[in-house]
């Protein structure tokens, strides 16, 4: 395995651009730290609820997804 010119670590080649690199841009700015830290939240939440699958569906009904 060669190192990877846009993320710097050894893995596979991948079709198209580096998931490593694109995550690590995302976490890096503002918005992705924002994002980042309300899906923990989220998740955090969600795994605590015992009606946890009524809640997600609340959630894409809500978000139209």
């Given at each position: 395995m060669?190192?990877?010119?846009?993320c710097g670590w050894n893995h596979?080649?991948?079709a198209g651009p580096c998931p490593a690199a694109k995550l690590k841009s995302i976490v890096d700015s503002k918005k992705g730290k924002a994002?980042?830290?309300?899906?923990n939240?989220?998740?955090n939440?969600?795994?605590n609820l015992d009606n946890w699958d009524e809640q997600i569906k609340l959630i894409k009904n809500i978000?139209?997804?």
């Open positions: 060669a190192k990877c010119k846009e596979p080649a991948t994002i980042a830290e309300f899906m939240l989220l998740m939440h969600l795994q978000l139209k997804l």
